[in-house]
C-alpha cells in the first residue's frame, strides 16, 4: 500500500560521539532525542555498536525507559545484540553490517549469502513483537533474499547516491538515483515496507523522499552536524519541511 506521508527517524548516533570524545556526560543523546520529537521526528535511531565507540548500553536503557517515540535499534547480526534486543523489545531492529574498522557503515548487509543463518537470527526477534528491517544496497537479490527470510521492512542504503552528488558527478548520480526508484518499487511489491538512509541532506534527500513507495527515511550525521549552525530542532525541522514538500510534490 502506498502512502502520502513519510516518516523522519532521527539518528542520535553522533550525539554520543561528541560525548565520548570528552568522556564526559554531555551532549546527551537522550535529550537529542527528545528535542527530535518536539522538532518533527516520528522515530529515534541508534545503533549499539559492538565497540560501543558511541551509543553504550546505558543510552539504549534511558532510550527505552524515557522514549515516547519508537526507538530502532540498529545492530550486528551478533548474538550479543540479539540478547540486548530481546531484553527491550524496541519497536523496531535494523540488522546493519559492521566491521571495527570502518568509520561508518559503509554498505548494504549481504543476505543473499546467508540466508539460512539470517532467518534463524531474525525469527525470535520477529516472534518477539520487533519490526525487523535489514539495511541493504538497492540489489535485486538482496531485496529477495530479505523477502524470504521473513523481514517486514528493508532499508536502502543511499550512500553511493550521496557521494556521487557531492562528487559533482551528476550523470552516475542520476543512474543511482534510479537505481533506488527501480529497487523501492521492486521491493514493495514483493510485500516489504521500504525505507531508505545513509547521507542525505537537505541537497540530496527530496528526490528519495518523493519515492511513493517509501515509508521512512533515516537520517542522523547530517543532521547533528547541521545542529552546530542553527540548533538541533531547526535542523531537524527544515528535513521535515522538506521531505513533506518533496511528497507533496510527489502525489499530485
Not at 10 to 17: E, G, R
Not at 108 to 126: C, D, S, T, Y
Not at 168 to 189: I, K, N, P
Not at 207 to 233: D, K
Amino acid at each position: 500500500m502506498l502512502s502520502d506521508t513519510l516518516r523522519l527517524g532521527v539518528n542520535i548516533d553522533h550525539v554520543a560521539t561528541v560525548r565520548n570524545a570528552r568522556g564526559s556526560a554531555y551532549p546527551d543523546p537522550v535529550r537529542a532525542a527528545m528535542l527530535a520529537e518536539e522538532a518533527g521526528a516520528d522515530g529515534i535511531t541508534a545503533h549499539l555498536r559492538e565497540d560501543r565507540r558511541h551509543i553504550s548500553d546505558r543510552d539504549i536503557d534511558r532510550l527505552m525507559a524515557e522514549l515516547t517515540l519508537p526507538l530502532n535499534f540498529e545492530m550486528a547480526a551478533t548474538d550479543e545484540m540479539q540478547a540486548i534486543a530481546l531484553r527491550h523489545k524496541p519497536h523496531a531492529v535494523c540488522i546493519v553490517p559492521e566491521k571495527r574498522q570502518e568509520v561508518t557503515t559503509e554498505g548494504g548487509l549481504e543476505v543473499a549469502k546467508q540466508e539460512n543463518r539470517l532467518a534463524h537470527f531474525i525469527a525470535p526477534l520477529r516472534d518477539a513483537g520487533c519490526r525487523v528491517s535489514i539495511f541493504i544496497a538497492a540489489d535485486r537479490p538482496q531485496i529477495e533474499a530479505a523477502a524470504r527470510i521473513g523481514a517486514a521492512v528493508v532499508e536502502l542504503h543511499t550512500g553511493a547516491y550521496c557521494d556521487l552528488h557531492a562528487e559533482g558527478d551528476f550523470t552516475a548520480r542520476d543512474v543511482e538515483l534510479e537505481r533506488l526508484r527501480s529497487m523501492a518499487t521492486y521491493a514493495h511489491d514483493l510485500g516489504l515496507e521500504v525505507h531508505a538512509g545513509h547521507g542525505l541532506t537537505y541537497d540530496t534527500v527530496q528526490p528519495v523522499a518523493a519515492f511513493p513507495e517509501l515509508r521512512e527515511l533515516n537520517i542522523g550525521h547530517f543532521l547533528i552536524g547541521e545542529a552546530i549552525f542553527r540548533g538541533l530542532t531547526d535542523s531537524i525541522a527544515e528535513m521535515r519541511r522538506l521531505m513533506d514538500e518533496a511528497r507533496a510534490e510527489g502525489v499530485r
